[in-house]
Structure formats: C-alpha cells, structure tokens
C-alpha cells in the first residue's frame, strides 16, 4: 500500500491529496490515531486525573509489552496467518531468564540472550510446522499456546512465579533519561524522518514518478515533529523518558525499516497479498514464513523480558494466563493490520496497543469493573475487523 501520489508534472494540490488520503499509506493511521484521541479527550474531560504526566508515564510504560507482542504479530499476519502462541512465548522466555538468573546464577545480559534465542527458536519450528508441512497456523499455534503454557509451568515449578530483582533487568524499565537526552533524542528522531521524507521524495522524482505535493511533505513532518516533542515534554513533565520507550521505538524502527525498505519486507506484502503469484514470481514463500515467524518469536522473548522487569516478577498469569495475547492481537488489527494479509504496519500496531491500553487506563480511573473493560475492548476490536473486512470487500480484494 504506497502513497496516493500526485504527479510531479501536473500537480494537482493539497485539495485532492486530502480526497485521496484515506486509500494512501496512512489510511489506517487516521483512524486509529482519531480513535486514541477521542479516547483521551473523553476521559480527559471525565476523568482529570487522566491527562496528568504521571499518568501519561504509566500508560506508556503499561503499554510496552502489548506493544511489544503486537509489533510481532503484525509480521505474521502481513502474511495472513497468525500467532496464537505468541503470549506463552513470551512467558516460556521470562520463565526461562528468571530460572537462568536466579537458580543459576548466570549473567542477565547472557540469561537474556539465551531468552531471545529459544524465542526465536520455538517460534521458528512453528514456522516450520507452517511452511513445509503445510498444517494451518492457527493449528499449529494454538497447539503451541497449549503446550508452552505447561512448559512455562514446569519452568516456573511448584511456585508459580519466580521473583526478579537483577538490577540488569529491573532497569530496563526503571531507568529514565535526563531531559537534555529525551530533548536531544527527539530532535535526532524528527531529523531522521525528515531526511527519509526528503531522500523518498528526491528518489521518487529521479525515477520520474509522482510526488505527494511539497506542502504534505512538510505537514508530515511538522504534525511528527509536534508528536515527538509534546510526548518528551509530558514524560520529562514527570520523571523523564524512559529507557524502554525508546528501546521499543527503536525496535519498531528497526522492524518498520525491514518490512517497507528491505527486499524481505516487500515479500511479506506480496504473500500476505496473492501466495499464489508470489510462488510464480520466484519468491521462497516457505522460507519467508519461517523468518517471519522467528521474528515473532524475536519479539515474544523482548516482550518476556520487558514483562519481567516491569513486574519484578514472572508469574504464569500474566503472561499465559491472562488476557495478553487477546489485547495483543486486538493492538495489531485496531491499528489497522489486515487479518487477511498484504497490509499493515508496525507504527499503527503501537498506536492499537495505545489504544487498548488508554482504554483499559480510563476505564480503571472511572472505577469501571473487568467485566466492562473486556466488554469495551471486544466491541473495539470487532469494530477494527468489521472496518477491514467491508473495505476489503468494497475493493474487491481476495487471498
């Protein structure tokens, strides 16, 4: 899904680049990103407390491990299939670092690498389950989900949950930045985008291809710009920004930059979009599932780990028996990833992970019960898969 351009020759204006905003790039964007502002704006209003700094901080940092898992699923489901395993994932890895840690008495950058590595692993035999027998990922995931919650639960033993209190880990969401480096961080952050829009643009017009007009361009820029500062102004407003925010941004940058620049990411496009023409076209689609699958594994391992620290702990409830991997899938289809694969995006997957959380948040403030908050979070999300499945069908899309 590229941009809605406008020719660089006959350069129609900011008029019909607005009329054709909602098929471009940024059509899912729009509508997640109205759907988290009138969240805020209704609890705002009913619920003061709500747009407070400090209350800002903890939404965020509550945020990171849905984000985290959804930013994973979203590479999977750009194909069409899906991860229900993705959560015990999770908790199979934190089990294992906190086991490695604590019982072992191995190093926690080594106990954490060794948690990447078996997320990456388990989640690749799945991948392989997938792609070279040919069994449904929902099949082999929801086998998955069953079988790494009992070895989450032998991992954890007759306990149930194992403390984690290594300054390594507990730092990951412990420590803040000065506000001189959330500052600096933020203007290397609009810098960035605005040198990818420029070098995009100037690319665009060297192969002769149409352009956005000039004045989009630098609205783009302005409206991140005017994002990333008043997120470091709020953040710094209490205790700083924190170390994992910006180590989950620059992972989605990392995955971002894959899945639109790299020969890879564009494959993930292709399957997800037509499989059939992406085998005649040479592409290895068998191998192109097993590496998106071991990225989801990748990210479930992050997300053990981020939980890990933020908890202080590693409990089967909260990562395998709670409603993780509900909010997670629901954070990656509410910003807008197609479960019918071909489109999506990593960006609009933490935006949807805002969205839950923001609800969740205000909701909990307004002294709302469980009951309500899942009641309102399962009418979001079958919202989001209505929207998607009517405008596939509206544009006469098909797998």
């Not at 998955?144 to 403390?163: C, E, H, P, R, V």
């Not at 420590?175 to 290397?188: D, S, T, V």
């Not at 989009?216 to 997120?231: E, G, I, K, Y």
């Not at 564009?266 to 191998?287: D, I, P, Y």
Request: aromatic letters at 8%; charged letters at 10%.
């Amino acid at each position: 899904m590229g941009y809605l351009t406008v020719s660089h020759e006959r350069p129609t204006g900011l008029i019909d680049w607005f009329r054709g905003l909602p098929e471009s790039r940024f059509g899912a964007f729009i509508p997640v990103l109205l759907a988290l502002a009138a969240i805020w704006i209704y609890f705002g209003v009913t619920e003061p407390a709500f747009l407070s700094a400090r209350n800002f901080y903890f939404l965020f940092m509550q945020s990171a491990v849905v984000g985290t898992l959804a930013v994973g699923i979203t590479v999977v489901l750009l194909l069409g299939d899906i991860d229900l395993s993705v959560a015990a994932t999770s908790g199979v890895c934190a089990a294992l670092m906190a086991v490695l840690i604590a019982s072992a008495g191995i190093p926690a950058p080594l106990a954490c690498l060794v948690a990447i590595a078996a997320g990456i692993t388990l989640s690749s035999l799945q991948g392989l389950l997938v792609a070279y027998v040919g069994i449904p990922s929902f099949v082999v995931t929801l086998a998955g989900l069953l079988g790494f919650q009992g070895l989450m639960l032998k991992i954890l033993g007759i306990q149930g949950a194992i403390n984690v209190r290594d300054p390594f880990v507990r730092g990951i969401t412990t420590i803040n930045l000065p506000p001189e480096i959330g500052w600096l961080l933020a203007a290397l952050c609009v810098a960035a985008f605005a040198f990818i829009a420029w070098r995009r643009h100037n690319r665009r017009k060297s192969m002769g291809l149409e352009l956005d007009p000039v004045a989009a361009t630098v609205s783009r820029v302005a409206f991140f710009a005017l994002l990333a500062f008043a997120a470091v102004a709020t953040l710094n407003a209490y205790r700083g920004v924190p170390l994992l925010v910006v180590l989950l941004v620059g992972l989605t940058a990392l995955l971002a930059w894959i899945t639109t620049s790299t020969p890879f990411g564009r494959s993930l496009f292709a399957v997800g979009g037509n499989t059939e023409s992406a085998r005649r076209v040479g592409m290895s689609v068998q191998k192109i599932r097993v590496a998106a699958f071991a990225i989801v594994g990748l990210m479930a391992a992050v997300g053990g780990i981020v939980g890990a620290s933020r908890y202080a702990s590693v409990s089967f409830n909260a990562f395998a028996g709670g409603p993780l991997l509900l909010e997670a899938i629901g954070a990656a289809v509410i910003g807008g990833t197609s479960l019918f694969g071909g489109r999506g995006s990593v960006w609009n997957a933490l935006l949807g992970a805002l969205v839950i959380g923001s609800l969740g948040n205000g909701l909990d403030l307004s002294g709302a019960s469980a009951a309500d908050k899942l009641m309102f979070s399962g009418a979001i999300l079958l919202l989001a898969v209505s929207i998607d499945a009517i405008s596939r069908a509206g544009s006469g899309h098909s797998r």
